[in-house]
């Protein structure tokens, strides 16, 4: 199996499953001489950690983190880092039952076809156990970037049901185990997914992620669009099943000139834009502007209710899954979408540097 790397020159590579022993990965192309230790990648972690709160899966893991490599005294060296996270708490008979069965909705079917060969255990190497290394790439990513830019994100619906835009208050985002910016959205998603865990089902829901003070260059056309490696990175997370930028798919639904983000001059020679339908990306390019991305996580496919599938030996069957699951798959999906558009940013940003060298700290435009 290949396709385990993503990005260029901020490259990430991860491995392990969900019961093995370990989950790892490697971080090549970090600068040197950036301050870096395992605190600095902890708290993102804890964000992400399964059973930190009574609305997702109760395996307790610790998931701390150790640096094997690439730090010395406290910097990067510009080598190789490597991280390691121990599984601890891995209970690998609740899947027993399916070993032999193709759950609906999973990856079972297609890597049996595919491959062989498959982990049943917790879904393996499909499993959003790996999105774990995923997290702690994108503290090491938020290092390059530097204190000027500023990842932030947030579940914006669950279950089909919005948050207000008009309450609207970053600071409630960490108030709520939802990681949710109004405060009487939360307060609704609290009894309908504890309604939805208790029959043994699941909710979707969609998550934007929002970047602030990233500089104006990066990406760059044709196929190196920043917009098109945001969205394959945030494509890439386990049960993603939709992404959009800026105004996404309701941009077909409005007039030109009501799309059109109308440009004028500010004294201090930069470009003001009156509106940020684009999210912040021109031709694949940043503006300065804040980059918005949205994604859309399916329902958990881990439910009670039985469901018709089939068997390795081309029988059919009914599943249910049992086991300790995510009811709402795309609340620990908030620390993972900032992660993924963390290590895009960085990513491009060093590829910014050694394509254009000399290019200004500050896009600015002389003023006559």
């Known amino acids: 199996m290949s396709h385990n790397s993503f990005g260029h020159l901020f490259r990430v590579t991860t491995w392990g499953e969900s019961h093995g022993p370990a989950i790892g990965g490697v971080v090549d192309g970090c600068p040197p001489r950036i301050p870096l230790a395992e605190a600095d990648i902890q708290p993102f972690l804890d964000r992400r950690r399964p059973g930190r709160s009574k609305f997702v899966t109760q395996r307790q893991e610790p998931d701390q983190v150790r ?95 919005a948050v207000d835009r008009a309450n609207w208050d970053w600071a409630a985002v960490e108030e709520n185990a939802f990681f949710c910016p109004d405060r009487a959205a939360a307060a609704r998603w609290e009894e309908r997914l504890l309604a939805a865990r208790k029959a043994g089902s699941s909710l979707g829901a969609v998550v934007e992620i929002v970047a602030e003070g990233v500089p104006v260059g990066l990406g760059a056309p044709v196929y190196g669009k920043l917009d098109a490696e945001i969205a394959a990175a945030l494509m890439s997370i386990n049960a993603v099943k939709g992404v959009e930028i800026g105004e996404g798919f309701a941009a077909a639904a409005l007039s030109g000139e009501e799309n059109a983000d109308e440009m004028r001059m500010g004294p201090d020679g930069r470009v003001r834009f009156l509106s940020n339908r684009a999210g912040g990306i021109l031709g694949g390019i940043s503006t300065g502007q804040p980059i918005v991305a949205r994604f859309a996580v399916k329902p958990t496919s881990s439910i009670l209710a039985p469901r018709r599938a089939v068997d390795r030996f081309g029988e059919e069957v009914e599943v249910v899954t049992r086991g300790r699951h995510d009811p709402c798959v795309g609340i620990r999906a908030v620390p993972v979408g900032e992660a993924m558009l963390a290590c895009v940013l960085a990513d491009h940003l060093l590829r910014h540097r050694a394509q254009n060298p000399d290019a200004p700290a500050e896009a600015r435009l002389p003023r006559n």
């Open 67 to 161: 640096i094997l490599s690439g730090v010395f005294e406290g910097l990067t060296t510009g080598t190789p880092i490597s991280l390691l996270i121990e599984n601890q708490d891995q209970r690998s008979r609740d899947y027993g039952e399916i070993r032999d069965r193709f759950r609906p909705g999973h990856a079972d079917l297609t890597y049996h076809l595919k491959y062989g060969v498959r982990d049943y255990r917790g879904g393996g190497r499909a499993s959003a156990r790996e999105t774990a290394v995923r997290v702690a790439a994108g503290a090491i990513a938020r290092k390059v970037l530097g204190e000027g830019v500023t990842i932030r994100g947030a579940l914006v619906a669950m279950g089909g049901d």
